[in-house]
């Protein structure tokens, strides 16, 4: 499916998004993480033209498969944020989508951004947050309401979904907003880079325990876990950080060539094959060649960038960050 690509616009810092159904204030980007004031988001996207980190994101909304196959998109079932709530037009472009076909084990959320600067975005961003505020509500008393008797679920239903703001209904043909740009990775950022799936949660101190249960800590110091230095890619792949056992960070500029070839990978979710990227190039084009420069050395030490072999196919592979 061609996709229209919207013009690049300038970005005010800082401004409102809805991100998972609820409200941020996008501060800006750490290399490809999306930085908000309540947090910083692991932000991968599949392959695309969408220029998505320097255009102001509108939503970025959860979307995963449950055990019947079936879409949940923010927690609540596409199929009945569709046909219950007016606003549910807006969301039609995902399951229609030939990306979304194509890729749907990849993706793992989806995101809207703004193409042009018509229009009341605030109104926009508030009509958003109001619809997932009544999303739960009004699709269960919908739903309710429509197993009841059948000669009255018009009715019942028209007089639940009335609440909504009118501006839901026309979400679908708004000229604000992009088409659907799959994320393959999207979850906040945990403490020393994990994935929140690997971080191990301590179990709560009780909040009554006597003071003489608690045993002294007698000559020895407090000591204080400093976050682990990692090497990790800033400033749109044109610089790489890479921390030294002394504590030091040495940032490398990337040239042109290495930078489009990580930013290809990246743009595909983090592993592309080789035929794919000599894909459209002269027959003479041979990427594992930009990985024997000195930078690009640097970058493979430090396990940011690399080539596996899988098969007779070679995977170049590349990652944001690299503990």
């Known amino acids: 499916m061609t996709k229209k690509v919207p013009a690049k616009m300038s970005v005010k810092y800082p401004y409102r998004a809805v991100i998972c159904g609820e409200e941020h204030f996008v501060e800006g980007w750490n290399g490809g993480n999306l930085i908000t004031r309540k947090g910083e988001f692991v932000f991968s996207r599949l392959h695309g033209d969408y220029p998505i980190q320097s255009a102001r994101l509108l939503e970025v909304a959860l979307l995963q498969l449950d055990e019947k196959g079936e879409w949940i998109l923010n927690g609540h079932n596409l199929n009945s944020l569709q046909f219950f709530l007016p606003g549910g037009k807006r969301f039609y472009d995902i399951t229609n989508d030939e990306d979304m076909r194509v890729y749907k084990d990849e993706i793992h959320a989806v995101a809207w951004i703004q193409t042009d600067g018509e229009g009341n975005i605030t109104d926009l961003l508030d ?10 509500r009004d699709i269960k008393n919908a739903a309710y309401v429509y197993s009841i008797k059948e000669n009255t679920k018009a009715s019942a ?64 110091a407090t000591r204080v876990r400093q976050p682990k230095p990692v090497a990790r890619f800033e400033n749109e792949f044109s610089v790489a950080i890479i921390p030294k056992r002394n ?14 070839l990580i930013k290809k990978i990246m743009a595909s979710g983090g592993n592309v094959p080789r035929t794919k990227l000599r894909s459209g190039k002269s027959d003479t084009y041979q990427p594992e060649k930009l990985l024997v420069s000195k930078i690009a050395k640097e970058l493979i030490k430090a396990r940011l960038l690399g080539k596996n072999k899988s098969g007779r196919t070679t995977v170049f592979w590349a990652k944001q960050r690299a503990g």
Do not use: Y
């Open 127 to 136: 009509t958003i947050l109001f619809f997932w505020k009544s999303a739960a």
């Open 247 to 260: 504590g030091q960070e040495i940032p490398l500029t990337i040239e042109a060539e290495l930078q489009d």
């Open 157 to 220: 239903i028209a007089k639940i979904v009335a609440g909504l703001a009118v501006g839901l209904s026309s979400f679908g043909k708004s000229a604000q907003r992009s088409n659907p740009i799959w994320l393959t990775k999207f979850h906040p950022a945990a403490e020393n880079n994990l994935d929140p799936a690997e971080i191990k949660k301590l179990p709560a101190q009780p909040a009554n325990v006597p003071a003489k249960a608690v045993k002294p800590t007698k000559h020895k």
